[in-house]
């Protein structure tokens, strides 16, 4: 049970992609440590927590690490973003963007659920980054490294290449996201 002592800052990240390219893996991946292998269906929305120690880099906050209630929260059934609504967006301080490295359309699909975030979320310029998960199979690879770092410099995002499966780099991903979330705090 956790009350509103128990941490200093609130904060919302929601997760945007493709179905199938791992959400729901990568957001218990990174809240209980755990990966199942199956589709894990989720009935309407819903969101993990997790108690993170947030210390800046760059030595603010007095060098004080800030308690910080993680929130992610996940697309279910609303994949097909001609049905997600402003609400479902309101309150969500950075974005994860999520395609599969052995899919290229959820690939190509970026751009649109961007644009899509772009038109629903709280602000004009909102801490976005890029993950190309399930980069355990190297073997059906559709997606070059290349290629994907060329968009996301495009686009000025961060691009992670992430596992849930393995865990690669998904805190790191999540910790960058948040890092650039809190600098404007
Ligand atoms: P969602 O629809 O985006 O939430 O996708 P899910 O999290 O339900 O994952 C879809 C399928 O891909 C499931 O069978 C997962 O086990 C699998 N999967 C998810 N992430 C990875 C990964 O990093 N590596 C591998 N090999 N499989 C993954
Ligand atoms: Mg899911």
Same mark, same amino acid.
């Given at each position: 049970?956790?009350?509103?002592?128990?941490?200093?800052?609130?904060?919302?990240?929601?997760?945007?992609?493709?179905?199938?390219?791992?959400?729901?893996?990568?957001?218990?991946?990174?809240?209980?440590?755990?990966? $199942?292998?199956?589709? *894990?269906?989720?009935?309407?929305?819903?969101?993990? @927590?997790?108690?993170?120690?947030?210390?800046? &880099? /760059?030595?603010?906050?007095?060098?004080?690490?800030?308690?910080?209630?993680?929130?992610?929260?996940?697309?279910?059934?609303?994949?097909?973003?001609?049905?997600?609504?402003?609400?479902?967006?309101?309150?969500?301080?950075?974005?994860?963007?999520?395609?599969?490295?052995?899919?290229?359309?959820?690939?190509?699909?970026?751009?649109?659920?961007?644009?899509?975030?772009?038109?629903?979320?709280?602000?004009? $310029?909102?801490?976005? *980054?890029?993950?190309?998960?399930?980069?355990?199979? @190297?073997?059906?690879?559709?997606?070059?490294? &290349? /290629?994907?770092?060329?968009?996301?410099?495009?686009?000025?995002?961060?691009?992670?290449?992430?596992?849930?499966?393995?865990?690669?780099?998904?805190?790191?991903?999540?910790?960058?996201?948040?890092?650039?979330?809190?600098?404007?705090?």
């Amino acid at each position: 049970q956790l009350h509103m002592g128990d941490y200093d800052y609130l904060i919302k990240f929601l997760a945007l992609g493709d179905s199938g390219v791992g959400k729901t893996s990568f957001l218990h991946r990174y809240t209980d440590n755990t990966f $199942t292998g199956q589709f *894990i269906s989720t009935v309407g929305i819903d969101f993990k @927590e997790k108690k993170v120690v947030y210390k800046s &880099a /760059r030595g603010g906050f007095g060098g004080r690490g800030q308690r910080v209630l993680l929130q992610l929260w996940d697309t279910a059934g609303q994949e097909r973003f001609r049905s997600l609504t402003t609400a479902f967006f309101r309150d969500a301080m950075g974005f994860i963007l999520i395609f599969d490295i052995t899919n290229e359309q959820s690939f190509l699909n970026i751009r649109d659920w961007l644009s899509q975030l772009k038109v629903h979320a709280y602000c004009e $310029t909102p801490d976005i *980054i890029i993950c190309g998960n399930k980069a355990d199979l @190297e073997n059906r690879r559709q997606v070059s490294t &290349a /290629r994907a770092k060329q968009l996301a410099d495009q686009l000025g995002l961060p691009y992670f290449e992430t596992s849930a499966c393995t865990s690669t780099n998904v805190e790191r991903a999540v910790d960058c996201l948040l890092d650039l979330v809190m600098q404007r705090i």
